[in-house]
């Protein structure tokens, strides 16, 4: 059974830095896209960034230049760098992997105070 667990949220001033962690059970090697999403309060889940296998990125437009995604295959965890933080990124961050199927996590908080 495929596991990705999230953590790095939390609270912090507009401005601000977080790093989000997504340790997954397995080898990272063997996902074709891994990637995050988030879902504010009343909203629907979007798209954040993703991280093919051979390393190429994307990103949601509201968030280019302000996050990076990347990887460590040694720790089979994928990370989610997140500067300029601003109020409108607080949500629920989930992580999610692709194979036969999509797996997620089970998400963390992260708010961004005025």
């Known amino acids: 059974q495929v596991q990705l667990v999230e953590s790095g949220g939390g609270l912090v001033q507009a401005g601000g830095s977080l790093r989000l962690s997504c340790a997954i059970s397995?080898?990272?090697?063997?996902?074709?896209?891994m990637g995050w999403y988030r879902q504010a309060p009343g909203k629907e889940r979007e798209f954040v960034a993703l991280?093919?296998?051979?390393?190429?990125?994307n990103y949601a437009d509201s968030v280019k230049g302000r996050l990076t995604i990347s990887r460590a295959n040694a720790k089979n965890t994928v990370y989610l760098e997140m500067n300029s933080l601003k109020p409108e990124d607080t949500a629920v961050y989930y992580c999610?992997?692709?194979?036969?199927?999509?797996?997620w996590g089970q998400g963390t908080q992260v708010t961004v105070s005025s």
């Open positions: 397995g080898s990272i090697s063997d996902f074709n896209v």
């Open positions: 991280i093919m296998r051979g390393g190429s990125t």
């Open positions: 999610y992997a692709d194979l036969v199927q999509r797996y």
